[in-house]
C-alpha cells in the first residue's frame, strides 16, 4: 500500500491536470444546466426525462472520461519513457498497474461525485416547477443508480488497463475499450433475440446463438449496471439484485487487472 499510494496519487493529479476533463466536465454541465428546458418540453414525462437525462449525462461523461482520459496514462508513460524512471525504483510492473488503476478510479469517484451534485440540483430543480409530473422520482434510487454507474466505470478501466498491457498503441486499445463497451452494452438485448427466432419472424443459425452466447459469457454484461427505468419510475430494485451486481463488477474488475498486470510483467518496452 505505501508502493500503491504514491503512484495513485499523481496518476489522480496528471488525471485532474489534463485539459480533455475540463472540456468534458463543461459539456456535462451544460446538458445537465439544460435539463430543466428538455424536462419542460415534455412535462408529463417530466420525472423520467429529467433522471433519463441526468444518469445518462453522468454516465456518457464518464465513458469520454476513460477513453480519452485512462487510456492514456500508460502510453504518456511509454512515450516519454518515464517509466523507466518509476521501474527503475523499488516498484514491480503489477504495482506500477495497481496503481495507476486505484489513480483512475480515484479520479471517476471523485469527477462523478461532483458531477452528480448537480445532477441531483438539476432534477430537484425540475421536481419544484413540475411537482405534479415529478412524484415518482426517488433520490435514493438516482444515487443507487449513480453508484452503480460509478462500478461500471471502473471495470470498463480496468478492461482498458488489459487492453493496454498487451496492444502496441494507445489507438488499439480505445478501438477495444469501445468495441467491448458497445458489446456489453447490448449482450442481454441480442442474447434474448437470437434465443427466440419465432418472435422476429426468421431462424437463426445455430453457429450464431453459439457465437452470442460465448460472447455473453466471456465479455461484461454492462446492462445490469443501467437501472434509469427504476430511478424514473421510483420501482423496488430488490436487494440481492444489488448484491450479485455488486459482486459480478467488482470480481470482473478484480480479474481484468490481475490479467492486466500479469501481462504487463512481460510486456517489452520500446
Not at 57 to 85: C, E, P, Q, W
Not at 223 to 240: E, M, R, T, Y
Request: glycine residues 6%; aromatic residues 12%.
Amino acid at each position: 500500500m505505501t508502493v500503491l499510494w504514491p503512484i495513485a496519487f499523481i496518476t489522480f493529479k496528471e488525471g485532474i491536470r489534463n485539459r480533455a476533463i475540463y472540456g468534458i466536465s463543461l459539456f456535462a454541465l451544460l446538458l445537465l444546466s439544460a435539463n430543466l428546458l428538455i424536462s419542460g418540453m415534455m412535462m408529463r414525462s417530466a420525472g423520467k426525462t429529467s433522471v433519463d437525462m441526468a444518469l445518462s449525462t453522468i454516465s456518457l461523461s464518464g465513458l469520454l472520461l476513460v477513453l480519452f482520459v485512462g487510456i492514456n496514462l500508460i502510453a504518456k508513460d511509454l512515450d516519454k519513457r518515464t517509466i523507466y524512471m518509476v521501474l527503475a525504483r523499488p516498484i514491480s510492473r503489477a504495482q506500477y498497474i495497481l496503481g495507476k488503476f486505484c489513480g483512475m478510479a480515484l479520479l471517476i469517484v471523485t469527477t462523478v461525485f461532483f458531477l452528480s451534485i448537480f445532477a441531483g440540483l438539476s432534477i430537484f430543480l425540475v421536481r419544484s416547477v413540475y411537482p405534479e409530473y415529478v412524484e415518482r422520482v426517488s433520490f435514493a434510487l438516482v444515487s443507487l443508480a449513480i453508484c452503480f454507474t460509478t462500478l461500471m466505470l471502473i471495470l470498463l478501466s480496468a478492461l482498458s488497463f488489459h487492453f493496454a498491457s498487451f496492444a502496441s498503441t494507445s489507438f488499439i486499445t480505445l478501438a477495444l475499450t469501445i468495441i467491448t463497451y458497445i458489446i456489453g452494452s447490448s449482450l442481454s438485448d441480442v442474447k434474448a433475440l437470437v434465443e427466440t427466432p419465432k418472435a422476429i419472424g426468421t431462424g437463426v443459425p445455430p453457429i450464431t446463438i453459439a457465437l452470442v452466447k460465448w460472447a455473453y459469457y466471456l465479455f461484461p454484461n454492462l446492462s445490469l449496471f443501467d437501472i434509469k427505468l427504476q430511478a424514473a419510475h421510483g420501482l423496488d430494485v430488490p436487494a440481492a439484485y444489488i448484491f450479485w451486481v455488486v459482486v459480478y463488477g467488482t470480481v470482473y474488475t478484480t480479474l481484468a487487472i490481475s490479467l492486466a498486470a500479469l501481462i504487463f510483467r512481460k510486456k517489452e518496452f520500446p
